[in-house]
């Protein structure tokens, strides 16, 4: 497969897909968004309970991958110069160590750190630094999306949201991430080896007509390939019931993976699923963008992937596969687009001493 066309896919990317009118948005019920960390939970955690169901293991090996973000990368910095504006008081609020267990929590809605971004307990100027750092880990398309999701799903929008820094940005290991309603973003300076993004992460949006979502285009981009699998390959990929979302550790080469593998497809069905992983990348950073591709590379190529769908929750019966799923050894990402849109997005090479388990 050519990554190099992916890249170009993710690049291209616009913002005129049908159906990215997200105006009449409405609160769908979904226990997936009510079982995270509330802000009136948080004390409790941190001061020691166990971290909810639905914590990732960032496992992966100490190899690395070329064309990650380093620490002088744009956002990064921007998380440096946030965090030296910080007082000692808000750094005991919002800034943990860098191996502390909620970094490798992953969730539909949670608070990572008590304060809103709106709150008194920052200054406008460190509003702007973490409007400088989103703008940093995103492409201008996908800034503009996660902008909409946010005001959207939450009365406040961006200000609703919540950040935590791990680790010192000035020495070491480190990581900033932001946490809310449908959405977990990180920058990490390739702290964490071999994973793209820093860890899991986590998009959505939760429009009611799930067609009217910012990210319907995406499930419109993944029936492409859906309609071009033969009647043999189609009932491979097409199964009955849709795992749990949140269930996207990274198996490596030893893993079971369902649907249809990528490797029996044809050159033109493959290019489709190649398109939809370029669409799918492109609200990201060109850096993070490189660094998945690398760390899928690493994991055996596009070859190693398989491709399924779900019967599971069909909206309106029309058979455009709502709920599916693209897996391989460094990648998991899991698409649920009903009642409204969930996204896990797991890429990471295994620990050798894992692989075998």
């Given amino acids: 497969m050519r990554f190099a066309n992916v890249q170009r896919q993710a690049a291209t990317a616009t913002t005129n897909e049908e159906g990215r009118n997200v105006h009449d948005t409405h609160e769908v019920e979904c226990p997936d968004c009510e079982a995270g960390i509330t802000r009136r939970d948080f004390v409790k955690v941190v001061g020691g309970a166990a971290v909810a169901a ?14 990650a973000p380093t620490s002088s990368s744009g956002a990064e910095t921007a998380v440096k110069r946030f965090y030296d504006t910080l007082s000692d008081d808000q750094r005991k609020v919002i800034c943990l160590p860098f191996d502390h267990e909620l970094r490798s929590k992953v969730h539909a809605n949670w608070a990572v750190t008590e304060p809103q971004i709106k709150d008194d307990f920052y200054s406008d100027a460190q509003r702007e630094l973490i409007d400088e750092i989103l703008r940093g880990v995103t492409s201008e398309d996908g800034y503009q999306r996660f902008q909409k999701q946010m005001q959207d799903d939450r009365p406040g929008g961006v200000g609703a949201y919540h950040v935590a820094v791990f680790g010192d940005p000035g020495s070491g290991k480190f990581e900033w991430e932001m946490t809310g309603r449908h959405l977990t973003l990180r920058a990490d300076g390739d702290s964490v080896a071999s994973a ?25 981009k993944a029936n492409e390939v859906f309609a071009a699998l ?15 979302e949140n269930q996207v550790p990274i198996q490596g080469t030893a893993g079971q993976f369902p649907g249809v593998p990528v490797s029996e497809l044809s050159s033109d069905q493959q290019e489709l699923v190649e398109s939809v992983i370029g669409v799918m990348l492109a609200p990201y950073r060109p ?35 709502d709920i599916w799923r693209v897996e391989g050894p460094s990648l998991v990402w899991h698409f649920r687009g009903a009642p409204h849109v969930h996204t896990y997005l797991n890429v990471g090479l295994q620990a050798e001493s894992a692989a075998g388990s």
Avoid: C
Wanted: hydrophobic letters at 40%; zero cysteines.
């Fill in 54 to 67: 639905g914590a990732i293991p960032l496992v992966v090996s100490p190899r690395s991958v070329q064309a």
């Fill in 196 to 220: 793209a993004f820093g860890g899991p992460i986590v998009y959505g949006h939760g429009a009611a007509d799930t067609r009217k979502n910012v990210f319907y285009y995406q499930t419109k």
């Fill in 230 to 244: 033969d009647a043999d390959q189609a009932v491979k990929a097409l199964l009955p019931d849709a795992p749990r």
């Fill in 287 to 321: 850096e993070d963008v490189s660094e998945a591709l690398a760390v899928i590379n690493s994991g055996g190529g596009f070859d190693k992937l398989h491709m399924a769908f779900y019967q599971t929750r069909d909206l309106n019966k029309d058979e455009v596969w």
